[in-house]
């Protein structure tokens, strides 16, 4: 009996290490993404923006602009003038101006530095898991720290929707640029 009992025991560590270890495949190319997904310019990008964290729910308009000084400004309000946060990049350099209280944890703010970071500055090891003309799905970390982005609907190589997921937080924003007026 005590042979049998070991043997179990030794295939439970077996699973458990398997099952821990990060899986290294990769379709398409799977190279690091360097570039930004979204450039910040000195004109204010406009996004429609849904963001889902856990039973809150928030519709609204992100402003993107990049200062003179090269800081870059994340505004996000509701569409009744409710500021949900605003953010400044600058460099590698995060700073919280302001932001709700349900969103106001450490550990959401670290994830959304991470995504804005990913989004607006050179992408950190970024895996591109899917590719083709219309579609593109991105990942990074893993665990609690897994961010997935879906970019669709390109236009001149920039995408016009865009939806970030942590599949482990029920946290979810997803982005869809504003047309500008033709006059």
Known sequence: MR???LFANLICVLCLFASCASSKVVEGDGT???APIIRASEFSQKYNM????MKHHFSGLLIVKELPDHEIRILASTYFGLSLFDFSLRDEEF??????EPMKKKKILRLLETDFKNLFLNGKNIRIKKKNSTFEKRVTGRG???SVFYLSEFIS???EQIRIKHPWLRLSIQLDKLK???D
């Open 180 to 182: 500008e007026k033709q």
């Open 3 to 5: 042979p049998g009992f």
């Open 32 to 34: 690091v993404h360097a």
């Open 144 to 146: 609690f720290g897994k």
């Open 50 to 53: 849904q963001l889902d964290f």
């Open 157 to 159: 190589g920039h995408p």
């Open 95 to 100: 700073h919280v101006n302001s932001c709700i």
